[in-house]
């Protein structure tokens, strides 16, 4: 509660500045990042995707995994 009331924890920072260190939309932007570094950029994504006999169904697997990532955040 002490943190709450001296205004260092603020939850849910809808603000638009880029001034500000922490706001909802920093946080996802960096998660995005993130996540596709992770998808785009590891070997063993890279292994995956490439093991697959073609560019669609590269495609298809990557979007069918698309759901369980989103629904881990």
């Not at 002490?2 to 500000?20: C, H, M, Q």
């Not at 298809?60 to 369980?68: D, M, R, V, Y």
Request: hydrophobic share 50%.
């Amino acid at each position: 509660n002490l943190a709450e009331e001296g205004g260092r924890i603020i939850f849910l920072n809808l603000s638009p500045s880029v001034f500000e260190t922490y706001t909802t939309w920093n946080v996802l932007l960096g998660l995005i990042v993130l996540w596709m570094s992770a998808y785009c950029a590891t070997q063993t994504q890279v292994q995956r995707y490439t093991s697959i006999g073609s560019l669609r169904g590269a495609r298809k697997a990557l979007l069918l995994n698309i759901p369980g990532v989103a629904l881990l955040l």
